[in-house]
């Protein structure tokens, strides 16, 4: 979490609209959202980050495949597949 003002200031050195960006940051939810900015972004967003919560955990967690039943993995490799596009 940035503070410092030292710090938000060296953040915004340089950045077009520096000043009015130092406010956004200022009324973020601090635990839910973050400013994105940068030579890859072509401007400032704000994005909602996601909880790390018990669901997450779960979601990001190993599968094994091999205790699932073959109509479950058979399911979930056509989804993958769709997601890829194939």
Excluded: C
Excluded at 5 to 29: H, M, N
Excluded at 54 to 63: H, L, N
């Amino acid at each position: 979490m940035l503070n410092d003002d030292k710090d938000i200031d060296a953040i915004f050195t340089g950045v077009s609209g520096g000043q009015s960006l130092r406010s956004v940051l200022a009324k973020l939810d601090s635990k839910q959202q973050a400013l994105v900015l940068g030579h890859a972004v072509p401007m400032p967003v704000v994005v909602q980050t996601r909880p790390y919560d018990e669901q997450f955990y779960r979601e990001i967690g190993d599968i094994d495949w091999q205790e699932m039943p073959d109509e479950q993995v058979f399911a979930e490799a056509e989804s993958a597949k769709m997601d890829l596009g194939f």
